[in-house]
């Protein structure tokens, strides 16, 4: 078994070598706040981009999102080359046809099936049946999305994390009918994007990290809107403990750091009384049927007043980099290689 797991990630390693992403013609589909920053991540990576708006309005904002995007990636020394490098390699288009070279196509729209079943229509009219279609989708299972394309073998997750171009997460999710060879070229292809991927070869939806993330989110509703804590006290309480150990570990590792026989103890008396309520908390329905969007319209778990909503948006976008510089400081290697170095 050791000597299959040696040759797969030689064979890994070897087409993670054999591919030029300068080669490979991506398009995405969608160029709201993450189609953009998809675009740019794909850029950096040197490939050549299609990037269609199917909304007339996306065209008029998505060059300047996408230019300041590489602005900030030059100046915090992501990429080597000035935002003029890499937009010779765009093309901003409302024209489906010029997708028609692309051997990877990402959709990036809104989570509607019927409308992603048109835009599939439209993709699917002018590529060729070998090149990949994806999906950005948080939502919808990857094996509904695949019943609606012509060659649903040929269909994949790709679930980025906003801004796309800075984080190291990617989930690639197979469907039901995923060719998986497929799927681990993918995984192959996301390392030259400078992601930490993960392949899930088995499709469930919300997949891993927003199963894990709502389950979360399910219990900060609960203790709020059972008076145990206020919304703030449930931010602050995440930042200074998950905040603090989730960007070098995740939780199996955290329970292995600290002590699984602990965890099992609190396990058998925690669990009973955690919420499994399946309605939407009746907090955030409040909030969005009063038209609240958080920071973009001022309006959400807090409140802010126009300066305030720019900076928090300024803010995040620096914590981005920052947060990049640690983690890649402790990439998911990093005690195999402190021991290889030890040995030497």
Same mark, same amino acid.
């Given at each position: 078994?050791?000597?299959? @797991?040696?040759?797969?990630? +030689?064979?890994?390693?070897?087409?993670?070598?054999?591919? %030029?992403?300068?080669?490979?013609?991506?398009?995405?589909?969608?160029?709201?706040? *993450?189609? /953009?920053?998809?675009?740019?991540?794909?850029?950096?990576?040197?490939?050549?981009?299609?990037?269609?708006?199917?909304?007339?309005?996306?065209?008029?904002?998505?060059?300047?999102?996408?230019?300041?995007?590489? +602005?900030?990636?030059?100046?915090?020394? $992501?990429? %080597?080359?000035?935002?003029?490098?890499?937009?010779?390699?765009?093309?901003?288009?409302?024209?489906?046809?010029?997708?028609?070279? /692309? =051997?990877?196509?990402?959709? /990036?729209?809104?989570?509607?099936?019927?409308?992603?079943?048109?835009?599939?229509?439209?993709?699917?009219?002018?590529?060729?049946?070998?090149?990949?279609?994806? #999906?950005?989708?948080?939502?919808?299972?990857?094996?509904?999305?695949?019943?609606?394309?012509?060659?649903?073998?040929? &269909? &994949?997750?790709?679930?980025?994390?906003?801004?796309?171009?800075?984080?190291?997460?990617?989930?690639?999710?197979?469907?039901? *009918? #995923?060719?998986?060879?497929?799927?681990?070229?993918?995984?192959?292809?996301?390392?030259?994007? +400078?992601?930490?991927?993960?392949? !899930?070869?088995?499709?469930? =939806?919300?997949?891993?990290?927003? =199963?894990?993330?709502?389950?979360?989110?399910?219990?900060?509703?609960? $203790?709020?809107?059972?008076?145990?804590? #206020?919304?703030?006290?449930?931010? =602050?309480?995440?930042?200074?403990?998950?905040?603090?150990?989730?960007?070098?570990?995740?939780? &199996?590792?955290?329970?292995?750091?600290?002590?699984?026989?602990?965890?099992?103890?609190? *396990?058998?008396?925690? &669990?009973?009384?955690?919420?499994?309520?399946?309605?939407?908390?009746?907090?955030?329905? @409040?909030?969005?049927?009063?038209?609240?969007?958080?920071?973009?319209?001022?309006?959400?778990?807090?409140?802010?007043?126009?300066?305030? #909503?720019?900076?928090?948006?300024?803010?995040?976008?620096?914590?981005?980099?920052?947060?990049?510089?640690?983690?890649?400081?402790?990439?998911?290697?990093?005690?195999?290689?402190? !021991?290889?170095?030890?040995? +030497?």
């Amino acid at each position: 078994m050791l000597g299959n @797991d040696v040759n797969n990630k +030689q064979e890994s390693n070897n087409m993670k070598a054999e591919i %030029n992403t300068k080669d490979i013609q991506v398009g995405i589909v969608g160029l709201g706040l *993450m189609g /953009c920053s998809i675009a740019t991540c794909l850029l950096m990576a040197n490939h050549p981009v299609v990037a269609v708006a199917p909304l007339p309005a996306d065209l008029d904002h998505a060059l300047d999102r996408i230019q300041e995007h590489l +602005q900030g990636a030059y100046h915090e020394g $992501l990429t %080597n080359h000035v935002p003029k490098y890499y937009l010779s390699n765009l093309i901003i288009t409302d024209d489906y046809k010029k997708l028609a070279d /692309c =051997r990877l196509v990402l959709e /990036c729209i809104i989570e509607n099936l019927d409308i992603k079943k048109d835009v599939y229509k439209k993709i699917e009219e002018v590529v060729s049946r070998e090149a990949l279609l994806t #999906s950005n989708t948080s939502a919808i299972p990857i094996s509904v999305l695949q019943k609606n394309t012509r060659h649903p073998e040929r &269909f &994949f997750g790709l679930h980025w994390l906003e801004p796309s171009h800075t984080t190291r997460f990617l989930e690639i999710i197979c469907g039901e *009918m #995923s060719e998986k060879e497929k799927g681990r070229y993918l995984y192959d292809l996301a390392h030259h994007w +400078q992601k930490e991927p993960t392949l !899930l070869l088995k499709d469930i =939806r919300g997949f891993i990290t927003n =199963r894990l993330m709502y389950a979360m989110y399910r219990e900060a509703f609960n $203790l709020v809107e059972n008076g145990y804590a #206020s919304v703030e006290d449930v931010d =602050r309480a995440c930042r200074n403990n998950a905040g603090y150990w989730m960007t070098l570990v995740g939780v &199996f590792r955290w329970m292995d750091l600290t002590g699984v026989p602990a965890y099992h103890t609190v *396990m058998k008396d925690l &669990f009973p009384t955690l919420s499994n309520k399946v309605e939407v908390p009746k907090l955030i329905d @409040d909030i969005v049927k009063a038209g609240g969007k958080g920071v973009a319209n001022g309006k959400g778990f807090y409140e802010y007043e126009p300066e305030e #909503s720019k900076l928090w948006e300024e803010t995040f976008a620096e914590f981005t980099y920052e947060i990049r510089k640690l983690a890649l400081k402790y990439p998911v290697d990093v005690v195999k290689k402190r !021991l290889k170095e030890k040995k +030497q």
